[in-house]
């Protein structure tokens, strides 16, 4: 799921790719290229004293304490985070089932056996999956052979092969504000400005951004607030405050259907029929 600290690790991103666009291992596009130093939380004074001395600036992504709003909830909608995969190749010869590939973990292979009659089986690979599969139709009555590649199930007049995956699914359960902080920490105002500037367009060019789970998360500006008091130590900060939605996601975990069984019932509530699809 999305945390707090998803949202800060995405704000560094954001504006370490304004500074260096190139890469970290190239020069920053500061004003002499000079070198910034960008991560979370609050800066560590001798750190900072070091970089300001060897005229370096740091930027630093900090939660403010208590900077919490309401939001509006919207939570009954459930996605997919992750689709099933499906690694196999499954062909079918009169009542010969021949897999081909690498089975995935989760992935299954359903059989409906003449209308009435369900296999479904996964494994820790193909041949344990097919004979597993095997082992289950003999179980209700049919002489199913397998190899390590084809399964043989001697059917009476149908026979459906399906297959399916295990998926991750997502609910959102709680939508949240909290604000927070991007302090530009330099040793003199034009670097101050001039790294202010890229950090504060960079994020603003980001006003939605994806987080891990696949869930969005929106960046709203707040305020700007400039901080000249220790000009005498060689410190001149700058503080951008964005306010960041994001959501906390259940996961959990979601399987293709591949097969239904189905009953209609009468006002009595007794069954008129029962079907298999």
Not at 128 to 152: D, K
Request: aromatic share 6%; hydrophobic share 45%.
């Amino acid at each position: 799921m999305a945390d707090l600290t998803d949202v800060e690790t995405k704000i560094v991103n954001i504006v370490a790719g304004a500074i260096y666009p190139n890469g970290t291992s190239q020069p920053s596009v500061l004003p002499n290229a000079a070198a910034a130093r960008i991560g979370r939380g609050w800066p560590l004074p001798a750190q900072l004293d070091a970089d300001l001395a060897a005229g370096k600036c740091e930027i630093t992504v900090y939660p403010l304490s208590g900077a919490y709003s309401n939001t509006y909830q919207l939570l009954d909608h459930t996605y997919v985070i992750t689709p099933p995969a499906i690694t196999t190749t499954v062909a079918v010869a009169g009542n010969v089932i021949t897999v081909s590939g690498t089975l995935s973990p989760g992935e299954f292979l359903t059989l409906v056996i003449d209308g009435a009659t369900v296999c479904s089986q996964t494994g820790a690979d193909v041949a344990t999956m097919l004979s597993a599969l095997a082992a289950q139709a003999v179980a209700a009555g049919y002489a199913a052979t397998s190899t390590a590649t084809t399964l043989t199930v001697p059917f009476g007049h149908s026979m459906v092969v399906r297959q399916g995956g295990q998926a991750v699914m997502g609910n959102v359960i709680r939508r949240q504000c909290h604000s927070i902080m991007v302090s530009v920490w330099a040793p003199n105002d034009g670097l101050r400005t001039a790294a202010a500037i890229l950090a504060d367009v960079a994020i603003k060019q980001h006003q939605k951004v994806s987080m891990p789970d696949t869930s969005q998360c929106i960046l709203r500006y707040q305020r700007t607030m400039s901080s000249d008091q220790m000009e005498k130590a060689n410190l001149y900060r700058r503080d951008l405050i964005f306010e960041a939605e994001y959501a906390t996601v259940e996961q959990f975990p979601g399987y293709t259907i591949t097969s239904a069984d189905i009953s209609i019932a009468k006002p009595d509530d007794s069954a008129i029929a029962t079907a298999i699809t």
